[in-house]
């Protein structure tokens, strides 16, 4: 330990004024707890004086203190964790040790730092006996537990001891807390509200509004049974009454809102309860998410999931008791921080289960927080992101620099006005997978420094859907062909093309002679599949570079590029088309015949004439070809 640590180390302790005080029951109750516990016949709470260990709290040994150069905890707050001796005699550190060679003969020794909120090691809650053991995961991570215990009642006094010099640091800090909960609370993507026990709004954010479609002041006048679908209520409040009793800690339900527009609105409710120092319901935190589209998409799981929670185990209980009885003493002492630790409880707890990962950075873009939803996203723990540049960890090669030389504008020019838009841009997997995400970002300023609360949301699902609807929009269904919308989109290029090549393009209006006939001799199934037919064989006749579309009913457009022979060439290949589809065909038992009248209009380098004007040509000719006994085409007069 570097003498400067040691010296504030010092100072603190003895400011505490704790050193050679009475036995409190607050640390008994422990030490005989542990003891018990661990079946341990000795357990102690050492603290480490210049030359001395001094027992704040003993189980098992009758002394008050032992010099400092044998103690065990002196070596133990020099180190990071758990400091464990399964036998004394063979630890060449202690083997000689007078408290081991002689009373009260130690073999066996566990002992955990106590911190000060600095990170201070004041000492050591330690687990002893005279005969040598395995010290398992489980009872260390029960010595570690009441080890956290005992540093907070320390933090607790030294809180209360800092208090009065820090009143202004905490004020600006609680200042800063409610920004930052605000913020996260306002912008967050997922509907948050708080519920009161009996149902009623106390407060909630726009993107819970959005939801259901009322305004905020509504939702204060009404609860949430008001709004929530008939059919579901009995089982959220069934749930709600298990929280209630304690049986579970926490709820997820799918469940349906009443839209204000009357309709139904499908949604992943998370449900926890917040809890007074006393144990009393103060009120329910209710995080929303919006499944409409999925529950559409995926009729199949239409019903509710219901789960319950594991139950609270026996050494869990004994510690939230403990934590409750602790709360209050730090209630009494701390009444000026007790607001800022709520809000910073709220807000962790909001964060850390919010259905989008939130990642905390500083102006070096180093992270400070990561949730459980970035831990599942982006595939790296909380431990292994923190201290991570963002734009390492989360942003592809690729595209790294160009994020950070717009990251460094804004910090070089403060203004923030792109940063807080929603943003899509590509994401990096630990796998090396990349995937879109739409991200919010929103500076928070604490004691003269910028912090950046960062909201990522993967849109992949979001936009393979889009691409799919794009792709069914331009598709006719029965054929396969492209529809009218993307005749309308592929011409005006086509012509362009045209324009700039000089090499003129053709277009062919077709409409089936005879297809009502066999609509109404032989039923609209075969008449569907006489159409996938004809469409087959447009397909084959036409090059690779031409592009064939069906509009309505029985017609058809038929694009072709690089007629350098003009009208002829498009007459050639309108002729090829009337005895290919002229020609019977054989569906089921039926033997069909339909032919084709064509309308051809020609676009060349010098035609001033839109895509729309040179349809309706095609169009006009087709009718001529109609008029004069069906079965062949007609050309503009051109």
Not at 75 to 99: C, G, K, W, Y
Not at 488 to 495: F, G, K, R
Request: proline content about 3%; hydrophobic content about 40%; glycine content about 6%.
């Amino acid at each position: 330990m570097l003498p400067h640590t040691e010296a504030g180390r010092l100072k603190l302790l003895r400011a505490l004024e704790v050193l050679d005080t009475e036995a409190e029951p607050v640390f008994d109750r422990l030490t005989r707890l542990l003891s018990a516990t661990l079946g341990m016949p000795i357990a102690l709470i050492s603290l480490i004086d210049s030359d001395r260990q001094w027992f704040k709290s003993r189980v098992g040994l009758d002394i008050r203190q032992t010099p400092r150069d044998i103690s065990f905890c002196t070596i133990a707050i020099e180190q990071e964790h758990t400091m464990v001796v399964q036998d004394a005699l063979n630890d060449p550190r202690f083997s000689s040790n007078p408290l081991v060679t002689s009373a009260p003969h130690i073999r066996f020794y566990a002992g955990a730092p106590i911190r000060s909120i600095e990170g201070y090691a004041l000492g050591t809650l330690c687990a002893i006996d005279i005969k040598a053991r395995v010290f398992t995961d489980e009872a260390q991570q029960i010595l570690e537990d009441f080890a956290g215990l005992v540093s907070r009642e320390f933090q607790m006094r030294e809180a209360a001891l800092l208090s009065r010099s820090h009143i202004t640091h905490s004020a600006a800090a609680f200042a800063a807390s409610e920004a930052r909960l605000k913020t996260a609370f306002a912008l967050a993507p997922t509907g948050i509200a708080a519920v009161a026990g009996n149902g009623s709004f106390l407060s909630l954010n726009s993107a819970f509004c959005s939801i259901v479609g009322y305004d905020a002041d509504e939702l204060m006048t009404l609860s949430f049974q008001d709004i929530t679908h008939p059919d579901d209520l009995d089982s959220d409040l069934n749930l709600l009454r298990q929280l209630n009793r304690g049986e579970i800690d926490r709820y997820q339900l799918e469940k349906r809102y009443r839209h204000k527009d009357g309709s139904s609105v499908w949604v992943d409710l998370h449900v926890a309860k917040l809890l007074s120092v006393d144990g009393d319901l103060e009120y329910y935190i209710a995080t929303v998410q919006n499944i409409q589209r999925r529950k559409e998409t995926e009729a199949s799981l239409q019903a509710l999931r219901h789960g319950l929670e594991q139950r609270v185990e026996e050494r869990t209980a004994e510690l939230q008791r403990a934590n409750e009885m602790l709360s209050h003493t730090m209630l009494q002492r701390l009444q000026a921080d007790r607001e800022l630790r709520q809000r910073e409880a709220e807000l962790s707890a909001v964060l850390e289960h919010a259905s989008d990962a939130y990642v905390s950075i500083d102006e070096a873009g180093a992270i400070r927080a990561w949730n459980r939803m970035a831990e599942t996203t982006f595939g790296w723990s909380r431990d292994e992101a923190l201290g991570q540049s963002l734009e390492k960890l989360v942003i592809p090669t690729a595209m790294r620099e160009a994020r950070l030389t717009a990251w460094r504008q804004y910090l070089a020019t403060g203004d923030d006005e792109a940063l807080r838009q929603r943003l899509e841009i590509s994401a990096l997997r630990r796998d090396g997978t990349v995937f879109p995400v739409e991200v919010r970002i929103s500076p928070v300023a604490i004691d003269g420094h910028r912090f950046f609360s960062v909201f990522l949301h993967d849109i992949t699902e979001r936009k393979a859907m889009a691409e799919r609807r794009e792709k069914e929009a331009l598709t006719d269904t029965l054929t396969g062909l492209p529809n009218r919308r993307s005749l309308l989109e592929y011409l005006p290029n086509a012509m362009a093309r045209a324009r700039r090549t000089g090499v003129p393009l053709g277009v062919l209006f077709l409409d089936l002679d005879g297809f009502k006939a066999v609509n109404d001799t032989f039923g609209h199934e075969i008449g569907d599949l006489l159409l996938q037919i004809v469409a087959e064989k447009l397909k084959t006749c036409l090059r690779e570079t031409d592009a064939v579309f069906r509009l309505a009913g029985d017609e058809f457009t038929a694009v072709v590029e690089g007629q350098f022979g003009g009208t002829q060439d498009t007459e050639h290949l309108a002729q090829k088309l009337i005895q290919l589809i002229n020609e019977p065909v054989l569906i089921g038992a039926a033997t069909v015949q339909v032919g084709v009248s064509i309308g051809i209009a020609v676009y060349r380098r010098d035609d001033p004439r839109s895509a729309t004007q040179l349809l309706r040509e095609a169009d006009s000719r087709m009718y001529e070809a109609k008029q004069a006994g069906k079965g062949r085409f007609a050309s503009q007069q051109r």
